[in-house]
């Protein structure tokens, strides 16, 4: 069984920083892709970061230059580093892999930043 858990949410202010982990167990956590992705209330799930099993990241456009997603194949976790947060910020964001052709999810962390 697949189960990813994030940590690390909470309070920030404007301009300020936070750093989610998220656990993984139930895969082989060195092949599979690892992803971050924010939902506020009344949107769609929308992709933050992702990194690849050799390392390579991609980001949205919102969140270059600011976050930074990392990963630690000896722990089986990955990191989002979320610097210079905005109030646009404030999302729930949920830990992602994509295993047997189906995506996983973990529960989700709040994060607020406050203006």
């Known amino acids: 069984q697949v189960r990813l858990v994030e940590s690390g949410g909470g309070l920030a202010q404007s301009g300020g920083s936070l750093r989610l982990s998220c656990a993984a167990s139930g895969i082989n956590f060195r092949i599979h892709p690892m992803g971050w992705y924010r939902q506020t209330p009344g949107k769609q799930r929308e992709l933050v970061a992702t990194?690849?099993?050799?390392?390579?990241?991609d980001y949205a456009d919102s969140v270059k230059g600011r976050f930074a997603i990392s990963r630690n194949n000896v722990r089986w976790t990955v990191s989002l580093q979320m610097d210079r947060l905005e109030p646009a910020d404030t999302a729930v964001y949920y830990c992602n892999t994509k295993f047997r052709g189906a995506d996983w999810w973990g529960r989700g962390t709040q994060v607020t930043v406050s203006s």
């Open positions: 990194i690849s099993s050799t390392g390579d990241t």
